[in-house]
C-alpha cells in the first residue's frame, strides 16, 4: 500500500507541474500579444498626429509644405511652439520612427477628379493639393516590428 501512495502523489505532483507550465505558456503569450496591441494603437496614434501636424503646418501658411520636395521623407518635430519638418530621422520614445512624405496631385483635365502620375488621362498637377503619406514603424526588443501608414489629401485653403 505505501508504493501505491507514493505513485499517487508522483502523478498529482506531474500534473499539477504540467498545469503550472501551460499556464505560464499561456500568459506570456497574452502579454506578447498585449504589448504587440499597444505598439499598434501608439503607432496609429503617431500617424494620426503626423497628419495633424501636416495640417497645422498648412494652416500656418501654405509655403510650409508648397516648399517641401515631392516624394522626399521628412521628421516631424514640435519645437515647443509649432511642428516643423527635418530631414534627420527622429526616434519617439526610444521605439517608433515616423516619417512624412508630400507628393504633388494631378488632376484629369475633363472634369478635375484626382488621377494617378501614371494616368493615361490627360492631367495637370494641382499647385493647391498635396497628398500627405506618414509612415510610423518600430521594432522593440522582442523583435516585434510594425509599421502603419495614413495618408491624406490636404488643399490650401487660405491662400
Do not use: C
Request: zero cysteines.
Amino acid at each position: 500500500m505505501k508504493g501505491f501512495s507514493l505513485v499517487e502523489i508522483l502523478v498529482a505532483v506531474a500534473v499539477l507541474l504540467a498545469s503550472f507550465v501551460s499556464v505560464l505558456t499561456a500568459f506570456q503569450v497574452a502579454a506578447r500579444h498585449g504589448r504587440g496591441t499597444l505598439e499598434q494603437v501608439q503607432g496609429a496614434a503617431l500617424a494620426e498626429e503626423g497628419i495633424e501636424a501636416m495640417t497645422s503646418l498648412r494652416d500656418t501658411g501654405w509655403s510650409n509644405l508648397a516648399s517641401l520636395s515631392a516624394g522626399t521623407s521628412y521628421a516631424l518635430y514640435f519645437d515647443g511652439t509649432q511642428w516643423k519638418t527635418t530631414a534627420t530621422p527622429q526616434i519617439i520614445d526610444g521605439v517608433f520612427q515616423r516619417t512624412v512624405v508630400v507628393n504633388d496631385v494631378y488632376r484629369r483635365t475633363s472634369d478635375k477628379d484626382i488621377v494617378a502620375s501614371t494616368s493615361l488621362d490627360t492631367k495637370a498637377i494641382d499647385a493647391g493639393t498635396k497628398k500627405i503619406t506618414v509612415r510610423v514603424s518600430w521594432a522593440t526588443t522582442t523583435q516585434q516590428a510594425g509599421k502603419r501608414i495614413m495618408e491624406a489629401y490636404l488643399m490650401n485653403l487660405f491662400e
